[in-house]
């Protein structure tokens, strides 16, 4: 009922940019939190930007002043501007938010994720 729909992945260059998209879909009431995660081959799962509804940012060491986090309140999207990307950068991404919604006549909240775009950056 309630998804998260991330577009944007891909094989870049060394030095190049991508900017992942992130929709949320359904009957959403409000959302509050928004961030990706990045995940590579047996390693967690890691924050790598986080937004709030207010649009205040906060960023994993490793990605701060070559990334950028952005939402669109209005249509329910998240963005992350990747810069200067770097091989250590490749990983599937994933899109998270904190979402209330409802279903049934009944509101829910919960923490959703997407189902991931992979990045790519070649040497």
């Known amino acids: 009922q309630v998804q998260l729909a991330e577009s944007g992945g891909g094989l870049v260059q060394a030095g190049g940019s991508l900017r992942l998209s992130c929709a949320a879909s359904g009957r959403i009431v409000s959302l509050r939190a928004m961030g990706w995660y990045r995940q590579t081959p047996g390693k967690q799962r890691d924050m790598v930007a986080t937004i709030t509804s207010g649009g205040s940012a906060n960023y994993a060491d490793s990605v701060t002043g070559r990334f950028t986090i952005s939402r669109d309140n209005a249509n329910y999207t998240v963005y992350l501007q990747m810069n200067s990307l770097k091989p250590e950068d490749t990983a599937v991404y994933y899109c998270?938010?904190?979402?209330?919604?409802?279903?049934?006549?009944?509101?829910?909240?919960?923490?959703?994720w997407g189902q991931g775009t992979q990045v790519t950056v070649s040497s």
């Open positions: 998270n938010a904190d979402i209330t919604y409802r279903s049934g006549g009944v509101y829910s909240r919960d923490d959703r």
